[in-house]
């Protein structure tokens, strides 16, 4: 059981192509996204869902720990796209997740780039995507999703004013198994949506919280201080350093972001290529 419904009450009348057609679920798992990636080089059906009703060990990127406690959502989605795709299923996934809590909630949230779903400035959900490269050819993806529904900052005291869930923005619990189903309706319309060569790029880039303002980002190699101008289609984040140099940040944190950014005169661009 999953809450009070079966991994079939998911799958059930689901409109969907691709995305969920093959639904495992498991009571208490370490990570969603380990067994997809084991059930991937197993070669399982495309679109297949792997979800927990708690993760014991839930990853978040450089090994940084995910809490996701019974009530919260832990999924991760198997895909064998074109190498092509891959800087798009960062997007794809942010954006089914905005998507569905706007839908079913009416709350506006939105993405702190490079991954995270903020509610004002508080984190809802995680994304880890994770993929095999073999030779030339993409073996498989592997779409990590961690929602906090009902659970947020009140159980996760070391992050408190971090953190927040679906339910302590309502003031009252939300079911599970119909943002599980949104989500995975909304990825499979954006997958497919991709596939027949359209582009989830510009949408993902107009909500994206951080552009045409200060941001402080962990790189690999530094921390950098500068206006993040814009975005790139590989959705790189493009920063004006204080030099006035342009930066293109491929990977990192943004630590934080301020809104008292003196722009400029010349005028920002949302985008560099905004088809
Ligand atoms: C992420 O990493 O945000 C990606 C999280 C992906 C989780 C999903 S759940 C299903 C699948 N299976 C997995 O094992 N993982 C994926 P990152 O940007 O590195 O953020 C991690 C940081 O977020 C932590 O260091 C904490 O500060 C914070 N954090 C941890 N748990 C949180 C939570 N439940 N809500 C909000 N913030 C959290």
């Given at each position: 059981?999953?809450?009070?419904?079966?991994?079939?009450?998911?799958?059930?009348?689901?409109?969907?192509?691709?995305?969920?057609?093959?639904?495992?679920?498991?009571?208490?798992?370490?990570?969603?996204?380990?067994?997809?990636?084991?059930?991937?080089?197993?070669?399982?059906?495309?679109?297949?869902?792997?979800?927990?009703?708690?993760?014991?060990?839930?990853?978040?990127?450089?090994?940084?720990?995910?809490?996701?406690?019974?009530?919260?959502?832990?999924?991760?989605?198997?895909?064998?796209?074109?190498?092509?795709?891959?800087?798009?299923?960062?997007?794809?996934?942010?954006?089914?997740?905005?998507?569905?809590?706007?839908?079913?909630?009416?709350?506006?949230?939105?993405?702190k780039w490079?991954?995270?779903?903020?509610?004002?400035?508080?984190?809802?959900?995680?994304?880890?995507?994770?993929?095999?490269?073999?030779?030339?050819?993409?073996?498989?993806?592997?779409?990590?999703?961690?929602?906090?529904?009902?659970?947020?900052?009140?159980?996760?005291?070391?992050?408190?004013?971090?953190?927040?869930?679906?339910?302590?923005?309502?003031?009252?619990?939300?079911?599970?198994?119909?943002?599980?189903?949104?989500?995975?309706?909304?990825?499979?319309?954006?997958?497919?949506?991709?596939?027949?060569?359209?582009?989830?790029?510009?949408?993902?880039?107009?909500?994206l919280v951080n552009l045409g303002r200060r941001v402080y980002l962990?790189?690999?190699?530094?921390?950098l201080e500068g206006l993040a101008e814009s975005v790139?289609?590989?959705?790189g984040l493009m920063v004006r350093g204080?030099?006035?140099?342009l930066l293109?940040v491929?990977?990192?944190?943004v630590?934080?972001h301020c809104?008292?950014f003196?722009p400029?005169?010349?005028?920002i661009r949302r985008?560099?290529?905004?088809?």
């Open positions: 059981m999953l809450g009070n419904f079966t991994p079939e009450d998911i799958s059930y009348a689901l409109d969907t192509r691709i995305i969920g057609k093959k639904i495992i679920y498991y009571h208490s798992l370490k990570s969603t996204n380990d067994t997809a990636k084991s059930e991937a080089i197993r070669g399982t059906v495309e679109g297949t869902v792997v979800i927990a009703g708690e993760q014991t060990a839930g990853k978040g990127r450089l090994n940084r720990a995910w809490y996701s406690p019974k009530g919260n959502i832990a999924l991760s989605v198997i895909l064998y796209p074109d190498r092509k795709y891959l800087p798009s299923l960062i997007m794809l996934a942010s954006l089914a997740v905005i998507r569905s809590i706007k839908q079913l909630t009416g709350l506006q949230a939105q993405i490079p991954n995270d779903v903020l509610i004002g400035e508080k984190k809802v959900a995680g994304i880890l995507i994770e993929n095999r490269v073999l030779g030339n050819k993409l073996d498989y993806a592997v779409m990590g999703i961690g929602v906090n529904v009902n659970h947020g900052a009140v159980i996760f005291p070391d992050l408190a004013g971090v953190a927040t869930s679906l339910a302590e923005e309502l003031g009252k619990t939300i079911s599970l198994i119909e943002v599980v189903r949104k989500i995975l309706f909304e990825m499979d319309g954006l997958y497919r949506l991709l596939l027949e060569g359209g582009s989830v790029f510009k949408e993902w880039r107009d909500n962990q790189t690999d190699e530094a921390i790139a289609r590989d959705g204080k030099d006035g140099i293109k491929v990977s990192g944190d630590l934080f809104y008292d003196n400029p005169s010349r005028t985008g560099i290529d905004d088809h």
